[in-house]
């Protein structure tokens, strides 16, 4: 039996790689600008999974120093949908919070539950500032009022994958974002 190519299951590529390379140039040029100068520790703070492959491209390009480490969260809610309550599965434990300013990583905002939560999360635990950026935001499927400062790209609400971002745990290691196909998951 021949083996699957992965991407026979994407429909069209929303964002490709050479503009993929584009907004992590712009965003890692702001996060700089923003950042320099400033006296304490920033610390980029991915939320596993889906953060990963846009963290590494980031932190390769941002030339102020920077520190990195990880949450996982988990929201209720399954398939093609996200929302509900927030549990914290890998909490940050940092001893010099006051010292330090996070700038959460995420792949896509979606209802915008989870970066709303964090944000005052960790502001509450004492960080010294709390900004956020995300690859993708979808504005059409927002529940709470909840802009990050930084966004790579608006998207419609259409069921993407690939660089990070998963369904049933498959795509993330594609290096472009693409629509599934909706036979994929309306089976
Ligand atoms: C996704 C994404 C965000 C969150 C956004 O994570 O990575 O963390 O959902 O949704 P919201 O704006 O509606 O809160 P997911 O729970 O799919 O986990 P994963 O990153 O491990 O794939």
Redesign the pocket.
């Known amino acids: 039996m021949a083996i699957k190519n992965i991407k026979d299951d994407i429909e069209k590529i929303l964002i490709g790689e050479e503009r993929i390379e584009e907004i992590v140039g712009r965003i890692s040029a702001q996060i700089d600008e923003y950042y320099k100068d400033r006296g304490s520790r920033l610390l980029l703070l991915g939320?596993?999974?889906?953060?990963v492959v846009f963290m590494g491209d980031l932190m390769k390009k941002i030339t102020v120093p920077v520190e990195i480490d990880f949450m996982?969260?988990?929201?209720y809610g399954s398939g093609t949908t996200?929302?509900g309550s927030?549990n914290i599965l890998l909490d940050l434990y940092r001893k010099d919070l006051p010292n330090t300013d996070i700038l959460i990583v995420?792949?896509?905002?979606?209802?915008?539950?989870?970066?709303s939560y964090l944000v005052e999360y960790l502001k509450l635990k004492g960080a010294k500032s709390v900004r956020t950026c995300t690859l993708l935001d979808k504005p059409e499927?927002r529940?709470v009022d909840?802009e990050a400062d930084w966004v790579g790209a608006v998207i419609p609400n259409e069921f993407v994958v690939g660089y990070?971002?998963?369904y049933d745990e498959k795509y993330?290691a594609l290096p472009f974002v693409g629509v599934l196909k909706p036979e994929v998951y309306n089976i």
Not at 47 to 51: D, E, N, V, Y
Not at 72 to 75: E, G, W
């Open positions: 939320i596993l999974k889906g953060s996982k969260v988990s929201t996200s929302g927030i995420e792949d896509i905002i979606d209802s915008g539950k989870t970066l499927r529940e909840f990070g971002l998963d993330r």
